[in-house]
């Protein structure tokens, strides 16, 4: 999958993938947080698109096959 990164008012996310073939592993990183505030009520849908979109990241699979 590709990397993902978001940095949004309402927090950050990074989603990142490292190949390393000369010992043949598989890297994940991700963080993940949220930041303080008072945000007014017609940025919910702003806040909930990040949201999902965190979580469909997260629900991203990978499929690893025998060489």
């Known amino acids: 999958p590709d990397n993902v990164t978001l940095d949004t008012p309402y927090g950050e996310y990074k989603l990142e993938y490292h190949y390393d ?21 017609i940025e919910f849908a702003d ?16 499929m690893l096959q025998k060489r």
């Open 47 to 62: 806040f909930t698109n990040f949201l999902t979109t965190v979580h469909q990241s997260d629900r991203n699979s990978i």
């Open 21 to 41: 073939e000369a010992s043949d592993i598989l890297m994940v990183y991700r963080t993940f947080a949220l930041r303080y505030g008072l945000f007014d009520a």
